[in-house]
C-alpha cells in the first residue's frame, strides 16, 4: 500500500520556523521528484517547491524563495520542507505529491502562522 504521510505543521508566529516531513512507503522512493503544495481556504492548490532525483535540483515558487528549502533523505524516503521567516499567507494545508511511479499525494499537515 503506497502511502505518503505528512508530519510537523502546527501553530507558528510569524517569523518563526518549521519543518516538514512526508514520509513515503508502498514504492522505492529514491528515483522519483518530490513536491510540496499548499492550499488556503477559498484557494486553488498552490505549488510550492520541487526536488528532483537524488536532490540535485531544486525549485521554488517566487512567493516562497529564499525562505522555504526542500531536501530528502532516500535513505529514509522523505522529503522535507524547511520553513524560514514564515508569513501570515504561508497559513496553509501542506501536501506532499510523487512524481512517479504514480502521481501519489499525503493528506496534509495543516500550517497555521499567526501571532
Known amino acids: 500500500q503506497v502511502q505518503l504521510v505528512e508530519s510537523g505543521g502546527g501553530l507558528v508566529q510569524p517569523g518563526g520556523s518549521l519543518r516538514l516531513s512526508c514520509v513515503a512507503s508502498?514504492?522505492?522512493?529514491?528515483?522519483?521528484?518530490m513536491k510540496w503544495y499548499r492550499q488556503c481556504p477559498g484557494k486553488e492548490r498552490e505549488w510550492v517547491a520541487t526536488?528532483?532525483?537524488?536532490?540535485?535540483?531544486?525549485d521554488y515558487a517566487d512567493s516562497v524563495k529564499g525562505r522555504f528549502t526542500i531536501s530528502r533523505d532516500n535513505d529514509w524516503s522523505t522529503v522535507y520542507l524547511k520553513m524560514n521567516n514564515l508569513k501570515p499567507e504561508d497559513t496553509a494545508v501542506y501536501f506532499c505529491?510523487?512524481?512517479?511511479?504514480?502521481?501519489?499525494w499525503g493528506q496534509g499537515t495543516q500550517v497555521t502562522v499567526s501571532s
Open positions: 526536488i528532483l532525483n537524488f536532490g540535485d535540483a531544486t
Open positions: 508502498g514504492f522505492t522512493f529514491s528515483p522519483y521528484g
Open positions: 505529491h510523487s512524481l512517479g511511479p504514480d502521481n501519489y
